[in-house]
């Protein structure tokens, strides 16, 4: 039996991991959130209401708990937030991870840490690989690549997971993504500004989890890309999704990037080469539309 702890359960990435695995046999399950499990089903592992940055407090539960495997999900995610809110950004995405790699070094354990496209500038004519050179324009992706920088340094077994525009079913209804937002605004009969010139590789929720769980299985340590295998602008995403839902094409209003004024840059493409990924995790490559059909059909049952 395997201890596993996972760190933002409430969270779109945590809720899918801790789903899938309560599916594996092996594997005692540990979960962190702030406030109360927001999970709907909260039974076969233990939940933890903790506050990360709380350094003692982490510490001393990850010495209590003795994992084998920490997967560090929990972060500061609202890019605009974190431009507005730098030292709070730092001290959840920076030094939360500096505390997790020094309690992985002392305790020997792996961790499997979640990064971003967003440290890349999105200049690139072609897909982003592991081993380019991050140029971060925003201050979240400042962030998360110091976060991996201190886990380069760190001595320890880990496994850098970046992804990029992560979407799926959540069981908080607080807590929204591109296709959700997407398919609720038309469905309630808004019209949403949608961006033609930012381009992603949208990631079904279940295949980022499906891939930290490979990094264990297969035991790929270093630095691993994770997304779908079709680059398209937020805009053509959107059109995917109404069309999917069969919904009125017509809510959606095409616009640029620089007419929402907003605190943070983004990046304006940033496709993932997935060929060590595919090689060395096992990864499988599938486009945003078949994974939206399988959205699509957790939706309808
Ligand atoms: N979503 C994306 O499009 C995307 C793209 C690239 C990379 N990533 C990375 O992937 C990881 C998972 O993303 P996600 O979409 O699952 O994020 P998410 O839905 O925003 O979940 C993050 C979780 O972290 C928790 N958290 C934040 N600060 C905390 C604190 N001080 N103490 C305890 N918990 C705290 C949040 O708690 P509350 O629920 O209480 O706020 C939230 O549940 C992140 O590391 C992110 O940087 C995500």
Request: proline fraction near 3%; glycine fraction near 4%.
């Amino acid at each position: 039996m395997k201890k596993i702890l996972i760190t933002g359960s409430n969270g779109l990435l945590g809720q899918k991991l801790v789903k899938l695995f309560l599916t594996q046999k092996y594997f005692e399950i540990h979960a962190i959130a702030r406030g109360e499990n927001r999970l709907k089903n909260k039974s076969g592992y233990t939940y933890y209401s903790m506050d990360i940055t709380e350094h003692d407090k982490l510490t001393n539960l990850v010495h209590k708990i003795q994992p084998d495997y920490i997967i560090h999900t929990a972060a500061m995610t609202n890019v605009d937030a974190c431009e507005l809110h730098q030292k709070e950004c730092d001290i959840i995405n920076v030094e939360v991870v500096k505390t997790l790699a020094d309690v992985c070094k002392k305790n020997k354990i792996h961790l499997i840490h979640l990064s971003t496209d967003f440290i890349f500038d999105g200049e690139k004519e072609t897909f982003y690989t592991e081993d380019d050179k991050p140029n971060p324009i925003s201050y979240y992706g400042l962030s998360k690549l110091k976060s991996e920088k201190i886990i380069l340094k760190a001595d320890i077994k880990f496994t850098i997971i970046r992804t990029i525009l992560v979407y799926g079913m959540v069981d908080n209804k607080d807590r929204s993504n591109i296709v959700l937002w997407v398919k609720n605004s038309i469905e309630e009969k808004k019209q949403i500004n949608v961006v033609t010139d930012q381009f992603r590789m949208p990631t079904f929720a279940e295949d980022l989890a499906e891939s930290c769980f490979l990094a264990i299985k297969n035991d790929a340590t270093g630095i691993y890309n994770v997304s779908s295998n079709e680059l398209l602008s937020i805009y053509d995403i959107a059109i995917e999704v109404a069309n999917t839902f069969n919904l009125d094409i017509n809510y959606i209003k095409p616009i640029f990037t620089s007419s929402l004024n907003l605190p943070a840059k983004r990046p304006p493409k940033t496709g993932f080469n997935l060929n060590k990924s595919i090689s060395q995790l096992k990864l499988s490559s599938y486009s945003f539309s078949e994974r939206l059909q399988i959205f699509k059909n957790q939706i309808i049952n």
